[in-house]
């Protein structure tokens, strides 16, 4: 594909004018790469200017610039084609659609299946090898379901939602439409729920619902718990990676992105656009207010304000743990003056 028609269907996908290109040369793009792994023939993408000294090194045949008349003119001085945009990142990942789309098997049943009579299944779904549909099962148009999925009774899938090979819908889960539950993945198992007794152990039914909204996407192996009563929520758009556990009850809202294990106790609210990190956890029944940042292995054991940014273990504001992290780097040497001025003053 030549680069100006590269340009010309990205630039059709704006919402704006915020596009601006040179191209001295009109190179033909066989792929995308990475920058410092590119090739004659690739389409590349620079982040910002500290990325700058790549421009000079890649062999790129094109790029995907920031708005920066620096890097626009050491490209240019390379002879490269390139294009400039406020997300470079947003608009390459866009550019890769244009090259790549996923595996969409056409609709079919395959003669493997296990489906009850009463399940009900919407127009043009794809059900694959070995897949099993309890009864009481309501499955919209377009799904696709690959081979090994098991969806227990009373569960709906919305229009357009894709289960990947070998992932569990347990009973009373509702997802809605255009989701995607990646291999491996348990949606709706019994949450964690056990009362003491003095015999030991009593467990308590989850008798509650797993609701998905709209356009969620769920990693690989990542667990989201129904609870006992009432019901666990994810919000719509909200992005959850691989090996992330989600306990019975929370409540999660629009937008979110829960990055690789990660944990969620009982109870949990998160509010919109929240981003945990890998391996942050967040204790039983903590409430996380809207845009709240939690960083990588942060333990989050209390209430969080909206807009605030976490770290540590416990964990506290960002800048407070920053300069607590500048102290604790300094500990040794703090505790060579400490020992100077107990023998100063004749301690031992």
């Given at each position: ?15 704006d ?11 033909e793009?066989t ?12 389409l ?12 000079a ?42 090259f ?73 889960t ?154 604790y ?20």
């Open positions: 594909m030549k680069f100006s028609e590269i340009v010309s269907k990205l630039a059709e996908g704006a919402t004018n915020s596009l601006s290109y040179g191209q001295h040369t009109n190179p793009i792929g995308l790469a990475a920058l410092d792994e590119a090739k004659l023939g690739d590349s993408y620079v982040e910002g200017a500290k990325f700058a000294s790549f421009v090194e890649t062999r790129a045949s094109a790029l995907i610039l920031p708005v920066d008349k620096k890097l626009h003119s050491q490209a240019q001085s390379r002879g490269m084609a390139w294009i400039a945009t406020p997300e470079p990142r947003l608009l390459f990942a866009q550019a890769i659609s244009l790549y789309q996923p595996y969409r098997p056409a609709p079919e049943v395959h003669p493997t299946a296990v489906i009850h009579p009463s399940a009900k299944i919407g127009d043009d779904v794809y059900i694959g090898p070995h897949v099993v549909i309890q009864p009481g099962v309501e499955i919209g148009n377009g799904v696709i379901i690959h081979p090994n999925v098991v969806i227990y009774p009373d569960t709906k899938i919305g229009d357009r939602t894709t289960l990947h090979a070998n992932c569990t819908i347990h009973e009373r509702r997802i809605g439409a255009d989701c995607v539950i990646h291999s491996g993945a348990v949606i709706g198992a019994e949450g964690f729920g056990f009362v003491p007794t003095r015999t030991g152990w009593l467990k308590m039914e989850q008798s509650g619902y797993t609701v998905l909204e709209d356009h969620v996407e769920v990693g690989c192996n990542s667990a989201i718990d129904r609870p006992a009563v009432g019901e666990t929520r994810v919000g719509s758009y909200t992005i959850i990676d691989n090996l992330v556990q989600i306990g019975h009850g929370c409540q999660i809202g629009f937008g979110c992105a829960i990055a690789g294990q990660a944990g969620l106790a009982g109870g949990v609210k998160l509010g919109n656009r929240v981003i945990l990190a890998g391996q942050s956890g967040v204790g039983n029944q903590v409430t996380i207010g809207d845009g709240v940042i939690a960083s990588a292995k942060a333990g989050v054991h209390s209430d969080v304000p909206p807009g605030e940014t976490v770290s540590g273990m416990p964990a506290i504001p960002h800048k407070l743990y920053l300069k607590v992290s500048a102290i780097n300094r500990l040794p040497e703090m505790y060579q003056s400490f020992r100077q001025l107990q023998r100063q003053s004749g301690k031992k």
